[in-house]
């Protein structure tokens, strides 16, 4: 019987932190910090999907950074600003912040300068399929589970049940662990992870209201939780 569990983080960021060629590394990295679909990374996008409106690539540049200051308390930190455009959500601006101390994220600096090599241009200048093409590569052998669910055909209206399963891990699997992380690691609530990770407040608490308006913006509630240290 196959195994439905996650693989462990730190599995899978060795993974990452061996990857050969340096945009497979950052593109992958940049993907699980930021708790990431694929086309909010990628900077561009095929004739295929185009011609069938499948992705729209929203990836940044290298001007989609930049360092602030968090103090609070006694806390006085630098964090680095990542601005991410939300796919399925017209490309709505959210902020990801991420500690610039190695102690709580040693992979927050090298991304920051990756990103400033870059200047005006595309960040990661490929398609999806690239990046799928990347994660394939760097975590050959891993998966990742999917629970039950009903399968519906428009032709058929009995529902067919489809068991849990594992499946490769991939790009989207990296979401889901970043996601699983912040809940069990930092303990982020359902506001915070619909503020990182670009799903709507009603989605994860029920809430509808005009807060939802600004609450990608709202990085400062949860940066504190982030300050945890690794090593």
């Known amino acids: 019987m196959d195994d439905l569990t996650l693989p462990e983080v730190e599995t899978v960021r060795k993974r990452i932190d061996a990857a050969p060629k340096e945009e497979a590394k950052f593109c992958l990295m940049a993907a699980y910090l930021f708790c990431a679909r694929a086309s909010e990374i990628i900077g561009a996008t095929n004739r295929y999907d185009i011609a069938h409106n499948q992705t729209v690539a929203r990836g940044p540049t290298g001007q989609d950074v930049k360092l602030e200051t968090f103090e609070l308390g006694d806390i006085k930190t630098e964090a680095a600003i990542f601005t991410v455009r939300t796919a399925k959500r017209d490309g709505k601006i959210r902020k990801i912040a991420l500690p610039l101390e190695k102690t709580f994220e040693p992979w927050t600096e090298p991304l920051y300068n990756y990103y400033l090599e870059h200047g005006n241009d595309k960040v990661f200048p490929f398609t999806r399929q690239k990046a799928w093409e990347y994660a394939n590569e760097t975590f050959s052998g891993l998966s990742y589970p999917i629970d039950k669910y009903n399968q519906y055909d428009p032709e058929d209206p009995k529902p067919k049940p489809v068991k ?52 990608h913006l709202n990085w400062r509630k949860y940066f504190p939780k982030l300050l945890k240290k690794r090593f």
Request: net charge positive; glycine share 12%; proline share 2%.
């Open 164 to 215: 849990a399963h594992n499946k490769p891990f991939r790009t989207h699997a990296l979401r889901h662990l970043r996601a699983t992380e912040l809940i069990e690691t930092f303990g982020f609530t359902g506001f915070d992870l619909s503020v990182y990770g670009g799903w709507t407040l009603r989605s994860m608490i029920g809430v509808g209201s005009a807060l939802s308006r600004y609450a």
